[in-house]
């Protein structure tokens, strides 16, 4: 156990649906990030949240938004879902800004059908 | 574009061997550089990093090794056990302008019997 959780840990929907993935971050770390692994990909960073502020943002669609809350922990929104989407989805967390090592979470597999 | 490099989709190496993963990234900003390892249905580990005033850094098995200016890095793991068959990802942070890491798409390692 990482100390990083996301739920749910799969999640199958229909495309043109919206969904919200979870994360709580681990205890203490302020920061964290959200990736995405598709198949040919490797991890995508999308984006990045530090202390319940947006600090960075990657390769992310307007589709796609997140928010972090004032008990830190984070969900990422995917609405109109195309079969592009189907993905892992995983949440990292670190202690500060500047990120040495991230401490990831097990993964959110999303297949839209 | 991909700022981070993984050439290699998949190794495979003779147990009691040496794993040598090699990576090349191209942005000169980048100062911190850090393996993670992933099973399946998990998510990635932190391995081991080297930042970019160092050319080696060691940690058990595990060796890294920096070379700025061919802008190239290579994981090396001696020697090579079973358990070590993973996915590796090489990745890089620009640890002065933000603090998001890039990751490349990872090496699968095959440790054979």
């Known amino acids: 156990d990482s100390g990083v959780t996301q739920t749910p840990k799969h999640l199958i929907t229909a495309t043109g649906q919206r969904v919200t993935l979870r994360c709580s971050p681990r205890?203490?770390?302020?920061?964290v990030y959200w990736y995405q692994q598709s198949l040919d990909q490797g991890l995508q960073f999308l984006i990045q949240?530090?202390?319940?502020?947006?600090?960075a943002k990657g390769n992310i669609l307007e589709r796609f938004s997140a928010q972090q809350f004032p008990d830190l922990h984070s969900e990422l929104n995917l609405s109109s879902l195309e079969l592009g989407d189907s993905a892992l989805y995983f949440c990292?967390?670190?202690?500060?800004?500047?990120?040495?090592?991230?401490?990831f979470g097990s993964g959110t597999r999303l297949t839209v059908v | 574009d991909q700022q981070v490099k993984q050439n290699s989709p998949s190794l495979s190496v003779q147990e009691g061997r040496i794993s040598i993963l090699n990576c090349d990234y191209t942005?000169?900003?980048?100062?911190?550089f850090l393996w993670y390892k992933k099973y399946p249905a998990e998510g990635p580990t932190f391995l081991i990093s080297?930042?970019?005033?160092?050319d080696k850094n060691e940690d058990g098995r595990f060796t890294v090794f920096l070379n700025k200016s061919a802008k190239h890095l290579s994981l090396h793991i001696v020697p090579s056990q079973p358990g070590d068959s993973a996915v590796y990802f090489c990745?890089?942070?620009?640890?002065?302008?933000?603090?998001?890491?890039?990751f490349g798409k990872g090496t699968r390692l095959h440790i054979l019997p």
């Open positions: 990292a967390s670190s202690v500060g800004l500047v990120a040495v090592g991230y401490t």
């Open positions: 205890s203490g770390d302020l920061s």
């Open positions: 949240y530090y202390n319940g502020e947006e600090r």
């Open positions: 942005n000169s900003m980048f100062d911190y």
């Open positions: 080297i930042s970019s005033i160092k």
């Open positions: 990745a890089a942070s620009a640890r002065d302008r933000d603090d998001k890491i890039i």
